[in-house]
């Protein structure tokens, strides 16, 4: 009998398809800080029960994304200079680890791999294609760490990354400026990286993510 190959099939749970599209719309400013996520109506418009809704709004939750009050229920969390400020001083103090660690063990084909997703967050950059440039920008960075070898800092640093990606969509968004600053300090990091050097890295990475926090703390502030 002759051997059938069978393709893998993709399964994506009601409750993980309903956080993504929720989380795409809160990132992309659809659903507004403060708007009011009613269960039954999250229900109604993807045509599911209201228990899906409920453990995806949780799943939201615990990224940061949405708050539950107790009259109100789930809410779209507001952006704040306190939170910008927490989470960036933890990215600070786990990625500069990582990448003072991954430096010096960096081989040729990391290197490659670094500047390739290097390359891929400038075009995007260029094209202003919002909805990617968290993506491609944790992508830049997990490849800068990867040779840490460090699993648990590494993924901790993915969630964090991902708890700022609204917040990294508001400053490449605030001016030109941004992003052409934003692609320099990107050189200058995967310059420092190419050395070897990792604590010269560590300090480009530094400066890079203080700079991202004192921007955007002032952006709200000023609000």
Request: charged letters at 30%; one cysteine or more; aromatic letters at 6%.
């Amino acid at each position: 009998m002759s051997k059938v190959a069978i393709e893998p099939i993709e399964r994506v749970s009601i409750v993980d398809s309903i956080a993504d599209r929720l989380r795409d719309r809160i990132l992309s400013s659809d659903l507004p800080e403060g708007c009011q996520l009613r269960q039954e109506a999250v229900a109604e418009e993807y045509s599911v029960s209201r228990m899906p809704v409920r453990e995806a709004l949780r799943q939201l939750e615990a990224q940061g994304l949405v708050v539950f009050h107790p009259h109100r229920g789930a809410v779209v969390s507001r952006l704040e200079p306190a939170e910008i400020e927490e989470l960036y001083d933890l990215r600070a103090l786990i990625e500069t680890d990582l990448v003072r660690r991954a430096a010096p063990l960096a081989t040729a084909a990391d290197i490659c791999a670094s500047e390739a997703a290097l390359k891929a967050s400038e075009e995007i950059y260029e094209q202003r294609d919002v909805g990617r440039w968290g993506e491609l920008n944790w992508r830049f960075h997990e490849a800068l760490y990867r040779p840490a070898n460090r699993a648990r800092s590494l993924g901790i640093a993915q969630t964090l990354n991902f708890n700022t990606d609204r917040y990294i969509r508001l400053q490449l968004s605030l001016t030109g400026r941004s992003i052409e600053r934003t692609k320099q300090e990107h050189r200058d990091l995967f310059d420092a990286y190419c050395t070897g050097h990792g604590d010269k890295a560590a300090e480009h990475l530094h400066a890079h993510l203080v700079h991202a926090r004192d921007a955007l703390m002032s952006r709200l502030r000023a609000r």
